[in-house]
C-alpha cells in the first residue's frame, strides 16, 4: 500500500446544481488530503486529450459541449490507495446504477452528468495530475491529521 495521488474533477452539472462544496467535504471527510485546487475552463483541445478513449463514440461531442458549458474544479486527493478509494467514492459511470451512498449514487440520474471524474489507475493518475496542475500548483503540506486517516504501514 501507499500513498497515492488522484485527479478529480467536479463536472460543469456539479457546479450548476451547487453541490461542488457538500462533494468536496464527502472526499475530505474520508480522510482525503486537498493538495490541489483549481477552477479551470476546459477547451475542445483539453478535452480531446483528456476523453481520448472516446473520441470516436457517438455521443462525444456532446461530451465536449457539457464539459466546456462552465468551468470546472478540479481537485488532487492523496492518502493511502487514494486513486481506487476515489473511484469506489464515485460509482459507475452510469449514475442510475451506482449505489446510494456513493456520489454518482446520491446526486445524479445521468450516464453523462455524472457530476465526477475521478482517475481510473494510478497510472492514469499521474498523467491526469500532471494535465491538469503544475508541480507549483500542488503543494505537500504537513496534515497533522494525517497521523490518524491511516496507518503509518499502511500509508
Ligand atoms: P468514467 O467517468 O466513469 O471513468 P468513462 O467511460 O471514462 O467513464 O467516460 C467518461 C465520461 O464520458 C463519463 O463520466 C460520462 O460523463 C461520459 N460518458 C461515458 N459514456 C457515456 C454514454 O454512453 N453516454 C453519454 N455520456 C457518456
Ligand atoms: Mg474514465
Not at 2 to 15: S, W
Not at 21 to 47: A, H, P, T, W, Y
Not at 94 to 113: K, M, V, W
Request: hydrophobic residues 40%.
Amino acid at each position: 500500500m501507499a500513498e497515492e495521488r488522484t485527479l478529480i474533477l467536479l463536472k460543469p452539472d456539479a457546479l450548476q446544481r451547487g453541490i461542488t462544496g457538500k462533494i468536496i467535504s464527502r472526499i475530505e471527510e474520508r480522510g482525503l488530503q486537498i493538495v490541489g485546487l483549481r477552477m479551470i475552463e476546459l477547451d475542445d483541445v483539453k478535452c480531446k486529450e483528456h476523453y481520448s478513449h472516446l473520441v470516436g463514440k457517438p455521443f462525444y461531442p456532446k461530451l465536449v459541449e457539457f464539459m466546456t458549458s462552465a468551468p470546472v474544479i478540479a481537485l488532487v486527493a492523496q492518502g493511502a490507495e487514494a486513486v481506487k478509494v476515489v473511484r469506489e467514492m464515485c460509482g459507475p459511470t452510469n449514475a442510475r446504477n451506482a449505489p446510494a451512498g456513493t456520489i454518482r449514487g446520491d446526486y445524479s440520474l445521468s450516464t453523462q452528468y455524472n457530476v465526477i471524474h475521478a482517475s481510473d489507475s494510478l497510472e492514469t493518475a499521474k498523467k491526469e495530475v500532471a494535465r491538469f496542475f503544475a508541480d507549483v500548483q500542488i503543494f505537500a503540506w504537513n496534515r497533522e491529521l494525517s497521523k490518524f486517516t491511516a496507518a503509518e504501514d499502511e500509508k
